[in-house]
């Protein structure tokens, strides 16, 4: 079964500043990927997602991720980072055409002013 | 624009009570999922469904059950509610049978309470 690793728990970035997320995957295939942003108290939001392709794919609110097949990465880029980019932040594992995606345990982003 | 609701947003109750717990989407997906999410944690998937009459259990034991009588309707029912089981509950849907597109859209959660 695929599964999914976000070493960093918590960011703390400032305003403005670039930011990148770290997401490494385990699955034999070739994997569907993704981002998701979840803010407090709500539910998640789909940020871009990879299945085949260009392997730099952007997404909503100026994210991009870029697939790493030799290093099993799927890191979460943006350039300059927002105050209400503050939120936690999910990568997620799945296989074509099947239920079982799993998710990583998130890395949660303050941005200080 | 992703169509999933989910009802109550908040509720605390007290041990022992029945509670069912509302989800529904209006985007005509067959797959229908409920995960478990403790703070800090990754998303449990406790419950999914392929599509009407049909059920089945996650990777994460749960004492609550589901239903799928309606294709737009997946309910998740505790029968007698126990402080273990407070935790947000998050509902989520994806495509049809037919594609391969698993794509999860998520309604805003249930946050649960046992006192």
């Known amino acids: 079964a695929q599964s999914v690793t976000q070493p960093d728990i918590h960011i703390t970035v400032s305003e403005g500043a670039s930011l990148e997320l770290r997401c490494n995957y385990s699955?034999?295939?070739?994997?569907?990927l993704f981002w998701y942003v979840q803010s407090p108290g709500q539910g998640l939001q789909l940020l871009l997602k990879?299945?085949?392709?260009?392997?730099l794919v952007q997404g909503i609110k100026g994210f991009e991720a870029e697939f790493k097949r030799s290093q099993s990465s799927f890191n979460l880029r943006k350039p300059s980072v927002h105050w209400s980019d503050a939120a936690e932040y999910f990568c997620?594992?799945?296989?074509?055409?099947?239920?079982?995606?799993?998710f990583g345990a998130g890395t949660r982003l303050t941005v200080k002013p | 624009e992703a169509d999933i609701y989910q009802t109550p947003r908040y509720l605390v109750i007290g041990t022992g009570k029945k509670i069912t717990l509302e989800c529904s989407q209006t985007?005509?997906?067959?797959?229908m999922y409920w995960y478990q999410q403790d703070p800090g944690m990754e998303l449990h998937l406790i419950h999914y469904?392929?599509?009407?009459?049909?059920?089945e259990k996650g990777d994460l034991s749960s004492e609550s059950t589901v239903s799928r009588i309606r294709t737009e309707h997946f309910p998740l029912t505790l029968e007698s509610a126990r402080p273990s089981h407070t935790s947000q509950y998050l509902c989520?849907?994806?495509?049809?049978?037919?594609?391969?597109?698993?794509?999860?859209?998520f309604g805003p959660g249930t946050r649960l309470t046992v006192l």
């Open positions: 989520a849907s994806s495509g049809n049978l037919a594609g391969g597109d698993n794509e999860q859209f």
């Open positions: 699955y034999g295939a070739t994997p569907y």
């Open positions: 990879y299945f085949s392709g260009d392997t």
């Open positions: 997620a594992v799945g296989v074509y055409n099947n239920n079982d995606m799993r």
């Open positions: 985007m005509g997906h067959d797959k």
């Open positions: 469904s392929y599509g009407v009459n049909s059920t």
